[in-house]
């Protein structure tokens, strides 16, 4: 056997560079731009699922929200029937819980409800009231100028 034979080492690879071909070169910067449209693509989809989510989040914290004030208040706002119970003799408007019974307020009438408080019936009684005592035939006491009591084409009013 040949001595250079038996002195020789397993075979070892190392990475080393080379130069390239332009024809190498041409392939490599055909594979780069394919992965940088794959990229620009990849990002896209990145930035569409975000914006989805953020949309999702969006939605989900309000709801966290109100439920996270409702346990820490250990209430929450529904919508219950309530009685208002006028008090003339007050000038009040006294406010009541029809599922617990408890009156839940107090407050002065306003100018509009003491009004109406003298006048007990609606207009719609008193049209009745005058069809029924010889008024225009079905109650109508309107003229061209509008009902009675309002003020018409005309400007006038009538009382």
Known sequence: ?????????????RELPCKLTASEVQAFGEKLAAYVGRLEQIETEKKVDADIHAVKIKGVKPVIER?????R??????SI???ELVVPETRTVITHRVDTGENIGERDMT??????SLFPRGL???TGDLATAGGPAGGDISDDKGPVGQAGAGGQTFD
């Open 1 to 13: 056997m040949d001595q250079s034979a038996e002195n020789a080492r397993p075979a070892v690879f």
């Open 81 to 83: 029937e309530i009685r």
């Open 67 to 71: 439920l996270a004030k409702i346990v």
């Open 73 to 78: 208040d250990r209430q929450e706002f529904r």
């Open 111 to 116: 100018e509009d409800e003491q009004q109406r």
């Open 124 to 126: 719609s009684d008193v």
